[in-house]
């Protein structure tokens, strides 16, 4: 299996959760690319998009994920990087760098889910996601414009998983049934 295990998709998927669980499940390390961003500005992801915009925060972005794609840890027996589980945002790889860099960091696994689940998981907190309140569109109309915009960089993940009727322990089940085969025998004792 590649060092890392990247997940993408669209917020409310359960990126940063099923990133907790499986990388407790693996006892590896966890990434949360939003986290880094925040802890780097100093500002929450809103404030950040608020008083400085959206092209600052790719910026950002771009940066936290260069470091994390070129993190130089690796394996004492293969010499592959240490595992990890990263969540990155949800437009993280809409940028053909980001995506190039993760690619090559890991394998990157697109959780999905299904319009009006993603619009009863984002609830309350719409006001906190900046993408989805551009516009001043009905949210669900938001969300479909959105993911449609990103269907095609969602594609090209090597698996994709609708968590829409999953819990989160079963996304990591499934995530590492599909991937559990491919691992160094170093790496698999980290694990």
Not at 173 to 179: D, G, M, P, S
């Amino acid at each position: 299996m590649a060092s890392s295990v990247i997940l993408t998709g669209f917020m409310a998927t359960g990126k940063s959760a099923v990133a907790r669980a499986l990388a407790r499940r693996l006892g590896w390390r966890q990434i949360d690319c939003d986290a880094e961003i925040a802890a780097r500005a100093g500002k929450s992801i809103p404030e950040i998009f608020r008083t400085a915009g959206e092209a600052h925060f790719r910026a950002l972005e771009r940066e936290v994920i260069d470091a994390i794609a070129n993190n130089p840890e690796r394996c004492a027996q293969c010499g592959q990087r240490r595992p990890a589980v990263i969540a990155t945002g949800g437009g993280a790889l809409v940028d053909p760098r980001n995506h190039a860099q993760l690619s090559r960091a890991g394998v990157i696994v697109c959780l999905t889910a299904r319009p009006e689940v993603i619009a009863r998981r984002v609830g309350a907190s719409v006001k906190s996601r900046p993408m989805l309140t551009w516009g001043g569109k009905p949210l669900n109309e938001r969300i479909a414009e959105l993911m449609e915009a990103r269907r095609e960089v969602y594609a090209r993940a090597a698996l994709t998983i609708d968590t829409s009727d999953l819990n989160i322990d079963q996304v990591v089940e499934a995530i590492v049934a599909t991937l559990a085969r491919n691992r160094c025998e170093g790496c698999r004792r980290s694990a």
